[in-house]
């Protein structure tokens, strides 16, 4: 056996979960395969009583140190590399993989770098407004009907995760860029997209899909994405220069 998923590295974040038996049943299954960071963001209905019921009394601990957020986007600033969970795939949403070749990707990712893997609310899953946050998403190969119960794709998860295990690749890959550093790069772009008139006005949340997609598939360092706003910041004074330029000239 090789090298294995840092288990410690992965967090998983129930985005807008409405019922509190999912929330026990999913640290439940956390528990059975030795994931510990539990993370709710902005939860619908947090009833104790009914959370532990499904938890156990095993599993009972890493209810009590779940981690609870009203913003994805603040939860999210720790991580440096981000996964959502869909059942649909699309143009607007972030290149799809499957459990157990994510759980082969995380090897050498999660030696150096914190993982998140979010799931949606039980009735919609994970908007694009949310997804847009991901470096990929992962998909659940069912026969037909593909609505799985939320503690069932955090278990089928959750599984493929804790049997991941690597011959071929012992090394690690390096500490990635997070979350807060990637946002405020994609910020930087757009807003630097904007002035220099890449971007149009009239859709520019198409415009800044692309290019998140784009660059998503690079798994970007945190010296590349620095060296990315240096750029955006060298355009921005060399435009403001040429505005100030052409108004003395006026």
């Known amino acids: ?17 409405h019922i509190p038996e999912n929330i026990g049943a999913a640290a439940r299954a956390m528990n059975n395969m030795g994931l510990k960071r539990l993370v709710l963001v902005n939860p619908k209905n947090v009833i104790e009583s009914r959370v532990q019921k499904t938890a156990t009394a095993n599993s009972i601990r890493l209810i009590e140190n779940m981690a609870v957020y009203q913003d994805l986007k603040e939860a999210l600033e720790p991580y440096h590399y981000v996964v959502g969970t869909t059942a649909r795939t699309g143009s607007s949403r972030p290149a799809t993989t499957n459990p ?56 089928i998860l959750c599984y493929e995760i804790f049997l991941a295990g690597s011959d071929d690749r012992p090394s690690s890959d390096p500490r990635l860029a997070s979350s807060f550093e990637l946002e405020g790069m994609y910020d930087h772009i757009e807003a630097v997209a904007t002035k220099i008139g890449f971007i149009d006005l009239q859709n520019p949340e198409h415009w800044m899909r692309n290019i998140r997609r784009f660059l998503s598939r690079y798994r970007l360092r945190a010296r590349e994405a620095r060296i990315i706003r240096g750029f955006c910041r060298q355009i921005d004074w060399y435009t403001s220069h040429l505005e100030k330029n052409e108004k003395q000239a006026d």
Request: with cysteine; hydrophobic share 40%.
């Open 100 to 155: 157990r070749a994510l759980a082969r990707d995380l090897i050498p990712l999660t030696e150096n770098n914190h993982v998140a893997i979010l799931f949606g609310p039980e009735d919609r899953g994970l908007s694009n407004e949310q997804l847009r946050h991901c470096h990929t998403t992962v998909k659940i190969p069912t026969a037909s009907f593909s609505s799985l119960n939320l503690a069932q794709a955090v278990l």
């Open 1 to 17: 056996m090789g090298e294995t998923v840092n288990l410690d590295h992965i967090s998983l974040i129930l985005v807008q979960p």
